[in-house]
């Protein structure tokens, strides 16, 4: 029996801090696979998405989560020893090996079978805690709490900063920076200062109206 993954929060909150861990490099992810695939401005407003960031930060959670591997009586014996804990068991009854996610907060436990494919198996285990464990609770938690609160990242990769030092990144990667020492990067490289030193630098590399302090 053996564990792969550190990720076993042991509290909502605790989770809910390592989802918004990875918000910045789940935009950073999708920035940069856009780059790859040569996106021009206008295909990588259309194609880089709220929802395509959100599903890049889905799995980099799920992909930190601890995971069990050992034999169905190992499996068994652990059970044994958890028994409040509500077990959820995926696959057949017919094969030896199983892997395992327990989320002590929720004294919930969701397993899987497997006979060979072990790589394969852990994934889809943790996709599967994933979506039972974690997006419920990720989504009551969001939608008992203002949608916009200080320094909250949403479930789409974005970011406000406000109560008044105000800063939105977007989950396409702009920027705003206001109150007022204003300063606004959009996703596509174009920049601009004001408040009132007045900068802006265009996504072609052209300077209209540079550096006038």
Known sequence: MDTEGS???ASVGDA???FDAV???AKQVVREAAKAMEFDREEYRDRVTAPVVERARNVLFADRLAVTVGTRAEFNRWVDDSPNYEVTLFGSDDVDRVVWHAAPFADE???ATFQSERDAAVGTLRRQAFSRIY????????AAGPPDAPGRDSADGSRND?????RNDSAD????D???GSRSDSADGSRSDSADGSRSDSADGGDPERDHR
């Not at 406000?162 to 105000?166: P, Q, V």
Request: proline letters at 9%.
């Open 16 to 18: 809910r801090a390592a």
């Open 109 to 111: 436990v969701v397993a």
């Open 23 to 25: 918000g910045p490099t």
């Open 173 to 176: 990667g702009s920027r705003n």
């Open 162 to 166: 406000s109560a008044d030092g105000s």
């Open 7 to 9: 990720l076993s929060p």
């Open 178 to 180: 206001s109150a007022d």
């Open 135 to 142: 997006r419920p609770r990720f989504a009551e938690d969001e």
